[in-house]
């Protein structure tokens, strides 16, 4: 790993401050019946295997089900502050409480039972795992990505190929009022890489064998 990105990885993971307007959140505890009861507005999109999004560009909306409830929380946040873009998820995150907001994070986090990924996930080829060892990403996702140093850091091991591109991408925008995300590791990070090099990460990522699913609720089964 090249110095100055591995100063930057220990300057991120020793200011979990950055995890910040989230500790306000890990004050409130999340109650997993509650959030079930709150995820109809979720579930249109995030209940619906393989549904796609449209914005910026077309792509899945993500897996959340088993994902870190820190993560999903954190998310929440940035998507209310304007940190991501996204017209849709802006004003629905808008509309939620913290209680409301720990306790969608705390179902989700729940919802795929105790579904566990591997620790050694399948290798990349040669080409791949240079990008990946480039990115340092086992040091904050996990060997295996699904297992971050930090959970409001999120599980990426098995998620949808174009949602991880488009994510990757969209930390590169800078500077627009419309699409984009605000986060100075990630920024930093995917500067690196070509739009070719994220499409070639994103693709292996999507084969690791991960947590993460999307699951209908019941009542729509």
Known sequence: MNKPLFTLLKTVVASATVAVSFAAQAQVAGDVKAGEAKAAMCIGCHGIPGYQNSFPEIHKVPKISGQTAQYI???????????????????????????????????????????????????????????????????????????????SYPKIGGQYADYLYVALKSYQVQGNPIIGRSNPIMGGIVAQYSLQELRQMANYLATVQGELATRPQPRFR
């Open 73 to 151: 929380a954190a998310s929440l946040v940035a998507y209310q502050r304007g940190d991501r873009k996204h017209p849709t998820m802006r004003g629905i995150a808008g509309s939620l409480s913290e209680q409301d907001i720990a306790d969608l994070s705390a179902f989700y986090a729940a919802h795929n039972g105790d579904v566990k990924a591997p620790e050694t996930p399948r290798a990349p080829n040669a080409v791949v795992a240079a990008l990946l060892e480039r990115g340092a990403c086992a040091s904050c996702h996990g060997a295996n990505f699904s297992s971050p140093i930090d959970p």
